[in-house]
T-cell receptor
Framework: GDSVTQMEGPVTLSEEAFLTINCTYTATGYPSLFWYVQYPGEGLQLLLK???ADDKGSNKGFEATYRKETTSFHLEKGSVQVSDSAVYFCALSDPWGSGYSTLTFGKGTMLLVSP | EAGVTQFPSHSVIEKGQTVTLRCDPISGHDNLYWYRRVMGKEIKFLLH????????ESGMPNNRFLAERTGGTYSTLKVQPAELEDSGVYFCASREESTEAFFGQGTRLTVV
């Protein structure tokens, strides 16, 4: 079945450091890929998505590119802020757009950014 | 517009007791999902409603879990009797056709 693997955390960075959180997936079809974020005390929020190979999703300075050849969707940000401290979840949905599609998540990666 | 709302935010119950979680989706969203995250593990799909019908309940762990969505509005997830391994965060999400899923804040369930 479908699965998502993301790097173990916590990831601890200083403010303005470069961030990469690795995510790879296994899927039988052509999934859509997502990054969700959970800030402390809040629910899951969609951060960005990509629906086909070579698409780049971006939001709030975060980017991720759908790489079919490496089955990856790594999350990057050039300069993190303390307010980016949260848990980040990589997920896939196969197929996107169907009213019946469900999400398969990774384990989540906690990011801690210090001033 | 109100988001997805879940009640309660936290619940601590003893093993063997019953707990009912509630989810109010975004108004007009026919699709409603329940997910669960056990500590340190993946968020896992439990079930999916389309309006009041169960479209997919393949993720429900066992028959101690019962989900309902009477009238196609809010949904409840009852655990009876609760076991220690049921502890975790239960998320509800709703969506329209071909749009992203919007999640609630989750209910943190602790069974002691």
């Amino acid at each position: 079945g479908d699965s998502v693997t993301q790097m173990e955390g916590p990831v601890t960075l200083s403010e303005e450091a470069f961030l990469t959180i690795n995510c790879t997936y296994t899927a039988t079809g052509y999934p859509s890929l997502f990054w969700y974020v959970q800030y402390p005390g809040e629910g899951l929020q969609l951060l960005l998505k990509a629906t086909k190979a070579d698409d780049k999703g971006s939001n709030k300075g975060f980017e991720a590119t759908y790489r079919k050849e490496t089955t990856s969707f790594h999350l990057e940000k050039g300069s993190v802020q303390v307010s980016d401290s949260a848990v980040y979840f990589c997920a896939l949905s196969d197929p996107w757009g169907s009213g019946y599609s469900t999400l398969t998540f990774g384990k989540g990666t906690m990011l801690l950014v210090s001033p | 517009e109100a988001g997805v709302t879940q009640f309660p935010s936290h619940s601590v119950i003893e093993k063997g007791q019953t707990v009912t979680l509630r989810c109010d989706p975004i108004s007009g969203h026919d699709n409603l999902y329940w997910y669960r995250r056990v500590m340190g593990k993946e968020i896992k799909f439990l079930l999916h409603f389309v309006k009041e019908s169960k479209q997919d309940e393949s993720g429900m762990p066992n028959n101690r879990f019962l989900a309902e969505r009477t009238g196609g509005t809010y949904s409840t997830l009852k655990v009876q009797p609760a076991e220690l391994e049921d502890s975790g965060v239960y998320f509800c999400a709703s969506r329209e056709e071909s749009t992203e899923a919007f999640f609630g804040q989750g209910t943190r369930l602790t069974v002691v």
